[in-house]
């Protein structure tokens, strides 16, 4: 397999034999992949010690953005082209349509976020800039981005996010090292659709990198209490969001990566579905479980 897949797990989730791993492997059977080989195919860096507690973390040193600012502006039209395809194919709802009405929505948000100690250590990772940098580092320590292919090439990496590890994603790409492209971004259950973990000293939105990310798939239930039924467009008109079907109130990685539709788009990120008209597939099934 050409591409390796960058898995970025959520609060406080197993990633040392979970049982995101399984579903994974069996998503991918399904298409006719192999199983993938941690610390080959398979990336898992693993921050479930830094998002545990309340700690007050050093500083690191900083981690200097390589986001190319007029490079990307020169590949936002052919991207948002691309994304408007992808969409029809999927069969994605209009970008900025929400099932849950905008004053139930807010209500809901800041109950959750009381309530919730997975949405407590969310809003420490958006409060503490230490903290975000000490995951930064340790995400592209095991990226190995130090280390380019001989031939050359790009580095061509699917990063797979769950949950809070959607927003380590946006954190990292505009860091992405010279020579890696990632040529999807799959998000599960994301958070990002919440303004209010965009906000605060330090944390802003991060200028997106058209120019080294071929696409962005949001993948959100909305009996999901994380993202609440909002998807991610609304805020990043780079996401395409594709709404699927999960029991009330569940979140877990293992349970989205047993929705046949995200199999497919992963599959297809790998390069085992078929280009072009015949992902006609892909939106069959789509449609059918977001229903």
């Known amino acids: 397999m050409g591409r390796r897949v960058l898995y970025l797990h959520g609060v406080g989730e197993r990633v040392r034999g979970g049982r995101w791993r399984s579903a994974l492997d069996r998503a991918l059977a399904s298409h006719g992949l192999a199983p993938l080989r941690q610390g080959e195919d398979l990336l898992v860096p693993d921050y479930v010690d830094l998002l545990a507690g309340d ?5 690191p040193p900083a981690c200097e953005p390589t986001y190319d600012a007029v490079g990307a502006a020169a590949a936002r039209g052919a991207f948002m082209v691309e ?11 209009v970008a900025g349509r929400h099932l849950v009405p905008s004053p139930v929505y807010e209500a809901g ?15 420490h990772y958006r409060r503490d800039p230490a903290l975000r940098h000490r ?3 340790r995400v592209l320590t095991g990226l190995d981005a130090r280390a380019r292919p001989a031939t050359g090439d790009d580095d061509e990496v699917v990063v797979l996010a769950h949950s809070l590890g959607s927003l380590v994603a946006l954190d990292l790409l505009p860091h992405l090292p010279a020579g890696v492209r990632v040529p999807r971004l799959v998000t599960l259950g994301s958070p990002a ?4 973990l965009h906000r605060g000293p330090g944390r802003t939105q991060a200028s997106f990198p058209y120019d080294r990310v071929g696409s962005w798939v949001n993948l959100h239930s909305p009996r999901d209490l994380v993202p609440l039924g909002r998807g991610s467009a609304r805020l990043f008109p780079a ?3 594709l709404p ?11 349970l989205y990566l047993g929705v046949p539709a995200v199999a497919r788009v992963l599959a297809d990120a790998l390069g085992v579905l078929p280009p072009g008209p015949d992902r006609g597939v892909l939106a069959a099934g789509a449609t059918r479980e977001a229903g």
Do not use: C, K, T
Request: glycine share 8%; proline share 10%; aromatic share 4%.
């Open 83 to 93: 994304r408007q395809r992808l969409a029809d194919v999927l069969g994605a709802p």
């Open 239 to 241: 996401a395409v969001d």
């Open 193 to 196: 659709g919440w303004p209010s």
């Open 135 to 137: 995951v930064l580092d």
């Open 55 to 59: 700690r007050v973390l050093p500083v």
């Open 109 to 123: 948000r800041h109950l959750w976020g009381a309530v919730s100690a997975s949405m407590r250590h969310v809003e």
């Open 244 to 254: 699927v079907r999960l029991p009330p109130a569940r979140h877990g990685a293992e």
